[in-house]
């Protein structure tokens, strides 16, 4: 993967191009911190892998979508916690257990194979659910053809379905009564993420229902009442596989609104390979590794459509003395770039860094299973494979959300400058009145000074101007900020 070379945009994010407005030349930060914000970051996920079979396998499914393989990889684990979250957790060391399941959404363009790299890794669960059905009407067939038997109604449930590839939140809970509290979700379509964040039904004054989602991370205990329909009373695990348009990223960042939802996931927005493609040569999985793949994966759906145990019955991983030393470690790592002024102090970050450790567990565990290790203590090398995805994926997830306009330097100028384009003019204390508790200010730990720190560089750039005016009588109206034309 060669990054292409242009001196007039900044490369970033694995070789995302982020371009700044023409005629306006990115500021240079003076301070450390900021420098380090500023760097862009090239994903490589698959290097931490220990070598493998399953490994391999993703290699080959990102070279057969010409999609990287660092979003090969998440969505492999997306698409595996969901059937892992219902046969497995991994352990606390107290002894409480983290589901398996986790939260992936993955950017692409239209034409970059996403619905294909999905399917690729879902074609082995789906093939369970199909035999599983397939014998449960076998079943269900023998059972009404039997004289006796024939009299009495059958009794056995269909198989729970395991994936859900649209559904609003309200919709999944009846499904969580058939499924005993687990949901996965899966789509190569943005709808999904609209309706998690609440970007299709929420807006001004009107709450999200994400409620569901945001639990299901952490197996908590939820309960609902609905007018219309059975709500659902117990402990939720969920797992949530997206691999749609960058939008898709961009409204989970935008419009999670403090809830914590973006923290839980896993964020990765590769560049296209489209324009460099050539479609003479097809690349396959190498038989050998799809078949582990297919055997590991096929063998945990079919123990959880045998039977779906509550979440408090499952097995779970545990981590060794020494590993959760090095996990604590790790969090010592990032912990000073969390105080004020940081490069992780603003409070999405500061979400994403207080998750560190759960993805790591969910991770390990889940590579542990990948690579035929059975339930029991996770080998060190998956320990540190995972807090090494987890460093790329912090540094990654700061990119984008300078990229979408979270948190920087353009995002604040232009949100000044979009004010004072609409209001012609106001006072520092007006722009802090109206600016502090919106975005990208309040994602600061201090917002007004923040705004007057903005301030201070657009007058240095000479793109605003603030000077003294006064009024027909000649009284002063205090110092006015303008755009200078």
Same mark, same amino acid.
């Given at each position: 993967?060669?990054?292409? &070379? ?5 490369? %970033?994010?694995?070789?995302? *191009? ?42 080959? *499914? ?9 979003? =090969? ?7 595996? /916690? ?5 046969? @497995? ?11 398996? %399941? ?16 999905? +399917?690729? @890794?879902?074609?082995?669960? @789906? ?12 079943? +269900? ?9 024939? +009299? +009495? ?30 949901? /996965? ?30 639990? %299901? ?36 960042? =935008? ?20 324009? /460099?493609?050539?479609?003479? &040569? ?6 050998? /590794? ?12 079919d123990k959880v459509l045998e039977l779906t145990q509550d979440f408090g019955e499952l097995q779970a991983y545990r981590i060794s003395k020494e590993d959760w030393k090095a996990i604590y470690q790790f969090r010592n790592t990032i912990e000073p770039h969390l105080a004020d002024g940081g490069k ?6 500061? %979400?994403?860094? =207080? ?6 567990? &969910? ?39 300078? &990229? ?44 007004n000074e923040a705004i007057r720190n903005t301030i201070d560089r657009l007058i240095t750039k000479g793109v605003i101007a603030e000077r003294e005016e006064f009024d027909v ?13």
């Open positions: 993967m060669e990054n292409q &070379k242009n001196t007039q945009k900044s490369v %970033g994010l694995g070789g995302a *191009v982020f371009e700044f407005p023409q005629g306006k030349k990115r500021p240079e930060p003076v301070a450390d911190t900021e420098t380090e914000n500023h760097k862009s970051h090239h994903l490589n996920l698959l290097a931490h892998l220990p070598d493998g079979d399953f490994k391999r396998h993703v290699g080959d *499914v990102a070279k057969m979508c010409n999609i990287y393989p660092s979003t =090969s990889l998440l969505v492999a684990l997306g698409v595996v /916690s969901s059937v892992a979250c219902r046969l @497995f957790g991994v352990a606390y060391q107290n002894g409480d257990v983290l589901p398996a %399941g986790e939260y992936v959404i993955c950017g692409g363009l239209p034409g970059d194979a996403k619905s294909r790299m999905l +399917k690729s @890794f879902q074609r082995p669960i @789906f093939d369970a659910q199909k035999a599983a059905y397939k014998a449960w009407k076998q079943r +269900k067939q023998t059972h009404e053809e039997s004289e006796e038997e024939g +009299k +009495k109604p059958f009794k056995e449930p269909p198989p729970a379905r395991i994936f859900i590839t649209d559904s609003t939140v309200e919709a999944l809970e009846p499904l969580l009564v058939e499924s005993n509290g687990y949901f /996965s979700l899966a789509s190569a379509e943005q709808a999904v993420v609209n309706t998690l964040v609440g970007a299709v039904y929420g807006g001004d004054g009107r709450k999200n229902n994400n409620d569901l989602p945001l639990k %299901g991370f952490n197996a908590e205990y939820h309960a609902s009442s609905r007018a219309t329909r059975n709500g659902y009373t117990g402990v939720v695990v969920g797992a949530i596989t997206c691999f749609a348009q960058p939008a898709a990223i961009e409204t989970m960042l =935008s419009e999670s609104k403090g809830s914590g939802m973006a923290e839980r996931f896993l964020l990765a927005q590769e560049p296209t390979q489209q324009g /460099s493609r050539d479609h003479t &040569k097809q690349h396959y999985p190498t038989e050998y /590794s799809q078949n582990v793949y297919n055997r590991i994966v096929t063998g945990m759906a992780y102090s603003t409070a999405t970050m500061r %979400g994403v860094a =207080s998750k560190v450790d759960m993805h790591v567990m &969910k991770i390990a565990a889940l590579l542990a299973y990948l690579y035929d290790h059975p339930i029991g203590e996770i080998p060190s090398q998956f320990i540190h494979a995972a807090m090494a995805i987890m460093q790329d994926m912090i540094e990654n997830t700061l990119n984008l959300l300078f &990229k979408v306009g979270v948190i920087g330097f353009d995002s604040e100028e232009g949100c000044i400058i979009e004010y004072l384009g609409e209001k012609k003019s106001a006072t520092r204390r007006q722009i802090q009145q109206a600016k502090a508790k919106v975005k990208p200010f309040k994602e600061s730990q201090k917002p009588l000649g009284n002063s109206k205090g110092n006015l900020l303008r755009l200078i034309a």
